[in-house]
């Protein structure tokens, strides 16, 4: 079978028991990536090429060879080690090739931004022994280079994820690591390979209920095998709104203090809050797909103007205004899974009968059709998104009946 991969950052928190030596590295690390990116700019001929070869050409400027070359230009502190200069060139490399493709597609003269991204980037050979809780990485401490190890705290890195470079981020007074993590993918066949196989659909329905997703199962013949409703709508809600009294309330009070991060902590909160149903709603639909081996999801689009007005009246901190995030992470969980996602146009999806095809009306949350079908109004909404899913691979030539 086909696999592919994906590559998720894990955002954990670092505990350094060194913070001067990681600012000296820091400090390092910007000064070596400004030495390179000026060397770059003067350097036209290379930036059309790719960054392992812009990587050695800097190596030849700037490091003395065995046959005895003296190079052209010395590093910040002269001798750095291999790895922690890889990283600086690649910041360097990327960010002249990319102010050189604006500058050629806007056909105007390259214009090279002051300050770019420099945040540091540890290569292998600059960390080592990392785990979800604890990691050792390499440090400058303005005359040597030293091993510090450091405690980690975060979400578990997967089982079968391979970390690649991590690199240090501020979060306020928060030290962060963002650690990528490469996850291979049992499956990457396309849709159209996936049906012609009998692949199970998952379709979706996002609502402003306590249901933040309804799920309908279908076979490829279009036949309900399961549903779901994956909820939690209105404890989210609600914890959103008390969230919000507390902010407007401190904001009362904090408003003439001149104190910048006062909400900071509420505001916090709701991001935790968002994160955390999303990561539920989402982890409940993969886990559904599973379950039921359905290896494609398809979830509903809008125009830009509906999908505009849906999401300023269902409001902020609305369980559809989340559907936003779900989509995100649903992206990500389902490909991690071997689960295939498809966008789909949902106008219409609402006004007829999924049993029967004919037109019906709504009344609270049940859909009544013509002919007397009655059923969950949402769930109607997905199953017709189903429906219609199939419709489009049998045009498109993917089935035949
Ligand atoms: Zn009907």
Known sequence: MKTGYSIKTWRMRLFCPEQDMLAKTEQLYQETVDFYYKILQTRQDIWKDNLLSIQRELE??????RDGRVP???????????????????KAGIAVKSAAVVGENQKKEIIFPEKIDASLTFFKGMYRDISDTSVKLKLWDGKKWKWISSQLEGRPFPVNGTVLSPSLSHNGKLLMLHVPVKQENSDARTAKER?????????????????????????????????????GGNTYRYRAEQALKKLEKSQKFTENDNVPHADQKH???????????????????????????????????YGKDFSRMAMYQSGNYSPFHLSTRIRTYLM????????????????????????????????????????GHQLN??????????????????KNGFIKT
């Open 60 to 65: 030849l400027l700037t490091v003395p060879g």
């Open 332 to 371: 990500y969980k389902a490909w991690a899974e071997g689960i295939l996602v498809l966008e789909l146009r949902a106008e219409g999806t609402g006004k007829i009968c999924s049993i029967c095809g004919a037109e019906g009306t709504r009344s609270g949350k049940i859909f009544i059709c013509k002919n």
């Open 195 to 231: 049906v012609q196989t009998g692949s199970r659909i998952c379709s979706v329905q996002f609502t402003n209920t306590d249901i933040f997703a309804m799920c309908s199962i279908q076979d490829v013949q279009g036949k309900q095998l399961a549903a779901k409703a994956s909820r």
């Open 267 to 301: 505001y916090m909160y709701l991001k935790h809050l968002n994160e955390h149903f999303a990561h539920k709603a989402s982890r409940e639909i993969v886990d559904f797909c599973k379950e039921q081996n359905a290896d494609l999801i398809v979830l509903p689009v």
């Open 377 to 394: 109004r949402y769930l109607n909404e997905a199953r017709n998104l189903g429906l219609r899913s199939r419709e489009t691979f049998r």
């Open 72 to 90: 052209l230009y010395t590093p910040p502190h002269g001798k750095l080690p291999v790895y922690f200069r890889r990283s600086a060139m690649n």
